[in-house]
């Protein structure tokens, strides 16, 4: 089992910052693929970015990409998702997910990951 628990989402302008953590335990964190995704209301849960075991790769939605940063660290059980240069349509719940495999690679499809945080609120006032 690996218990997800996020923290740091909140309300912030267009074109502001936020960073999103999220802790794990159970299960040695460092044999969990990480993902980010998000939910925005009436939508289907959407993958926004991916990190292997190691974080030497990583893997972004177009939508995102060149204004969100994965990052992990393996000694403190923490994923981390840097959010610049934010957009109304980035309103949504964002959660923490993992993926238990012998592989590294990076996937974003939702149902190869296993385990899932509770979500948190991010909100982008135009």
């Known amino acids: 089992q690996v218990q997800l628990v996020e923290s740091g989402g909140g309300l912030v302008q267009a074109g502001g910052s936020l960073s999103v953590s999220c802790v794990a335990s159970?299960?040695?964190?460092?044999?969990?693929?990480m993902g980010w995704f998000r939910q925005a209301p009436g939508r289907e849960r959407e993958f926004v970015a991916g990190?292997?075991?190691?974080?030497?790769?990583?893997a972004y939605a177009d939508s995102v990409k060149g204004r969100f940063t994965i990052s992990r660290d393996n000694a403190k059980n923490t994923v981390y998702l840097q959010m610049n240069s934010l957009k109304p349509e980035d309103t949504a719940v964002y959660y923490c997910?993992?993926?238990?495999?012998?592989?590294?690679?990076?996937?974003?499809?939702?149902?190869?990951?296993?385990?899932w945080g509770q979500g948190t609120q991010v909100t982008v006032s135009s």
């Open positions: 997910a993992a993926r238990l495999s012998i592989l590294s690679r990076v996937v974003t499809e939702r149902k190869e990951y296993g385990y």
């Open positions: 159970g299960r040695t964190f460092s044999n969990n693929v």
């Open positions: 990190i292997s075991k190691s974080g030497g790769n990583t």
